[in-house]
């Protein structure tokens, strides 16, 4: 077992994104979008935070294949991040749970950072 966590990495584009994980390790919720600089994608993150406890901000979806999944909003409504698909409504309303849980402490770690960035003192 893990502990929950945020992770910051770069997509194929050159954009930053957001993954956010249980304490399975599995994910639970990713960036809706990318973001040009780290700090708008750290921004992202603690708009997450910010409202992730509020059940109203979750919007339940139902995928064209019959799976369900769903997103996090903004408190304006904008999508902050996406879940992964799941089978049940049970499944994705534990994915709910979780990321109400999970969020708002989560830590956040790096992986655009590489060893090769840090100077040899």
């Not at 994980?21 to 992202?44: D, H, M, V, W």
């Not at 109203?56 to 997103?71: E, H, L, P, V, W």
């Amino acid at each position: 077992m893990e502990n929950p966590k945020f992770q910051i990495s770069k997509d194929n584009a050159g954009e930053y994104r957001f993954l956010l994980k249980a304490k399975n390790g599995e994910p639970i919720l990713r960036s809706s979008e990318g973001y040009t600089t780290k700090q708008n994608c750290q921004n992202g993150i603690s708009s997450v935070k910010t409202n992730a406890p509020y059940d109203s901000r979750y919007d339940r979806k139902t995928a064209i294949n019959g799976q369900y999944y769903f997103i996090l909003n903004a408190r304006n409504g904008e999508a902050l991040g996406i879940s992964e698909m799941y089978n049940s409504q049970y499944s994705r309303n534990d994915g709910i749970d979780a990321v109400k849980r999970d969020a708002p402490n989560a830590p956040i770690e790096d992986l655009t950072i590489s060893a090769s960035s840090y100077r040899n003192w």
